[in-house]
């Protein structure tokens, strides 16, 4: 998956939503099923997918999203935390 994206982080890197740590939870049978993946440094991002692996791709879309209309409010967009991994 290749994103590449105008909005600036707070600190002045370009934001790119592949270097922000995922969560990963599975979803219950009652939550649907699948699987839950959140952005812990975006508050309030999350994506879905049947599988991890569109769960991840599904919060990544989001994460464009998120930052966009955070660029566009006037908020600022947080850096990833130091020493992140891709995906957990």
């Known amino acids: 998956m290749t994103i590449q994206s105008s909005i600036l982080?707070?600190?002045g890197q370009e934001f790119d939503p592949t270097q922000y740590r995922v969560y990963l939870r599975p979803l219950s049978?009652?939550?649907g099923g699948g699987w839950?993946?959140?952005l812990p440094d975006l508050p309030g991002c999350t994506g879905d997918g049947?599988?991890?692996i569109e769960a991840i791709e599904d919060v990544r879309r989001a994460a464009l999203e998120w930052a966009d209309a955070a660029s566009r409010d006037?908020?600022?967009v947080p850096p990833p935390a130091r020493?992140?991994?891709a995906a957990e």
């Open 74 to 76: 006037g908020d600022p």
């Open 29 to 31: 049978v009652d939550e």
């Open 83 to 85: 020493n992140a991994i």
């Open 9 to 11: 982080t707070s600190d």
């Open 50 to 52: 049947e599988t991890e």
């Open 36 to 38: 839950l993946a959140t």
